[in-house]
């Protein structure tokens, strides 16, 4: 089995003990290096060249969006995953339009990140989260509603998402099973994706 190694770079020891703990149990994806600030970062993820960095966005010394265009600037193609707190849109556009590969917010830890982990590793970039992409979605559709293909029902679900819904309790405000809920998500959340790969859906 194929082993995807990652550096786990965030200032917070605890939050590194769980996320290691977490992956290193999964079989296929593991910590080969930690980080407590942001040039510590930059330097292990050059010298370990990971396959994946887990990055968070507020730390010492460097910031998550200082890190990622830094190692743009020197040619490094490994792909940062960012895993921030924060859910702001000038975070998320921050992170996704300066080179990283995905965003997640983490308080969606541990499910979304294994995920977004294994997807980024298979090549996909611009991975985001049900939440981070009904948000996404939401800023797409006010800034330029011709180009952004959401119904007015998407962005409803969009919106029940960014709020922290279940698909259960979205079922019920829709009218809507759980089973309908979750394959209209998918949809949205493709249509988001692909916008920020620069493609249609």
């Known amino acids: 089995m194929e082993v995807t190694e990652v550096v786990l770079a965030d ?3 605890f939050m590194r003990i769980g996320i290691r703990n977490i992956l290193n149990k999964t079989g296929d994806i593991s910590v080969i290096g930690e980080a407590s600030d942001g040039i510590e ?13 887990l990055l ?10 200082e890190v990622t265009q830094e190692l743009q600037k020197a040619g490094c193609e490994i792909p940062v995953l960012a895993i921030s707190a924060h859910d702001e849109k000038h975070f998320i556009f921050g992170m996704l339009l300066n080179g990283a590969a ?3 917010v983490k308080d969606e830890i541990p499910e979304t990140l294994i995920k977004a982990i294994r997807s980024i590793a298979k090549g996909q970039r ?3 989260s049900p939440r981070v992409a009904a948000l996404l979605g939401i800023w797409m559709k006010e800034e330029n509603p011709e180009t952004v293909n959401l119904t007015t029902s998407d962005l409803q679900l969009l919106e029940l998402i960014a709020m922290g819904k279940q698909s259960e309790e979205i ?18 959340v493709r249509i988001v994706r692909s916008r920020l790969n620069g493609k249609e859906e």
Not at 59 to 64: E, Q, R, S, T
Not at 171 to 179: D, F, I, P, Q, Y
């Open 11 to 13: 200032d917070h020891p």
């Open 41 to 53: 970062a930059l330097w292990i993820t050059q010298e370990l060249e990971p396959d994946i960095l």
């Open 56 to 65: 968070d966005m507020e730390m010492p010394g460097m910031l998550g969006l």
């Open 102 to 104: 995905g965003y997640i």
């Open 126 to 128: 611009g991975w985001v």
């Open 171 to 188: 079922g019920a405000v829709l009218g809507e099973s759980s089973k309908e809920v979750e394959e209209k998500l998918n949809k949205a």
